[in-house]
């Protein structure tokens, strides 16, 4: 039996008839640049996120840009990020001309923690952007009062975490703004590239928008210099009927990872672990092996396809080589890069495929 990483097409398939009917009145409507259907998107999600506002843009790179701009973060300013995360976290900052300091994440969660924001303060450091990787939120009960005591704007990069919680209450507002992705692989995905970014700060919202629309609110008026960063509207029409199912979805994803956790529990891999006061949406189950890659190649013989997320820290990129860092000055990062492997799970995966994985897994370990 093949498993795949994820089904989109199957996810795609559960949904078509209402989807194509949405997507098909968006096109019908004229409005082919925002309009009503990324209102009203932004309505629904600011409403699920328990945030005042949404702001639709055009990718979670975006998002995590005009946040930052949105906030007067640039050329000389600093900002905290995680030392494990997709390196889009880091070249939002680098965009802005800003430079990221690289935080070190506890080792169960692989998020960044208060203590570890703390500790990794500087001069200059204006910012802190905590990820909430693989779906499990960082501790933004913790995080929040150390980066106001230390002055700091809070940007969350939540690209995995859609209806996550922390506290109690959703990821959409804890920090000054959260920055989303739509990209078609998320928990909430759309057909291509899309983003978004939530926040109960009605003058960040208002910068936002003049921001991601050239920084324009008149036609041919512009107030400075913005993006073209928008929200397609038939993305937008299809991302409305995601979102009414994205809680279902989630809880599919729960159950796979519930089973896993138990399966695996005595099988000597590095399991992930749920932080207390967190709700996880699991957009990825995230093991460690030591001899990854040749795990990866015994399950992939075994029709179990995985992914690595990610198998290149940030700082050993190309294109952050004129940092001159090194896999000692951030070492857990390096490990992180060397062992994690993502394993199959996804809301279409059958009980007969999660069964395969599971059987495979022990098996091979």
């Not at 300013?77 to 300091?101: E, R």
């Not at 109690?168 to 703004?177: L, M, P, S």
Request: glycine fraction near 10%.
């Amino acid at each position: 039996m093949v498993v795949p990483f994820l089904d989109l097409k199957a996810a795609y398939d559960e949904l078509a008839a209402e989807a194509e009917g949405a997507m098909l009145a968006s096109l019908r409507s004229g409005w082919y640049i925002l309009g009503p259907d990324v209102e009203r998107f932004e309505t629904a999600f600011a409403s699920y996120c328990e945030a005042e506002y949404a702001i639709g843009v055009a990718n979670g790179l975006d998002a995590l840009r005009l946040s930052l701009m949105a906030l007067d973060i640039g050329p000389g300013d600093k900002v905290l990020v995680p030392s494990n995360t997709y390196i889009a976290t880091w070249l939002a900052v680098s965009q802005c001309g800003a430079v990221p300091v690289p935080v070190e994440p506890d080792e169960a969660t692989h998020n960044i923690t208060a203590e570890g924001i703390r500790a990794a303060m500087q001069p200059g450091v204006k910012a802190v952007i905590p990820v909430h990787l693989y779906g499990q939120p960082a501790d933004m009960g913790a995080i929040m009062p150390v980066a106001r005591e230390l002055g700091l704007k809070v940007i969350e990069d939540a690209a995995q975490a859609h209806g996550a919680r922390s506290g109690g209450r959703r990821i959409g507002a804890h920090g000054d703004a959260v920055c989303w992705s739509f990209y078609p692989g998320k928990n909430l995905g759309a057909l291509g590239d899309g983003g978004g970014i939530t926040t109960d700060d009605p003058e960040i919202a208002d910068r936002l928008r003049l921001l991601r629309n050239y920084g324009s609110r008149e036609k041919y008026r512009n107030e400075e210099p913005g993006l073209n960063s928008r929200l397609d509207p038939v993305q937008a029409a299809f991302l409305s009927v995601k979102l009414r199912v994205l809680d279902e979805w989630n809880a599919r994803r729960a159950g796979i990872a519930a089973r896993y956790l138990y399966a695996f529990a005595d099988t000597g891999l590095i399991l992930p672990q749920v932080a207390a006061g967190v709700d996880p949406v699991w957009h990825l189950f995230v093991v460690r092996h030591p001899e990854r890659d040749a795990f990866i190649a015994r399950l992939a013989e075994r029709g179990v396809q995985t992914l690595v997320h990610y198998p290149i820290a940030p700082h050993a990129q190309a294109a952050y080589g004129p940092m001159g860092l090194s896999d000692a000055d951030l070492p857990l990062a390096s490990r992180l890069a060397r062992e994690v492997i993502s394993l199959p799970i996804g809301p279409q995966m059958t009980e007969a495929q999660c069964d395969e994985v599971i059987s495979a897994v022990r098996e091979l370990v």
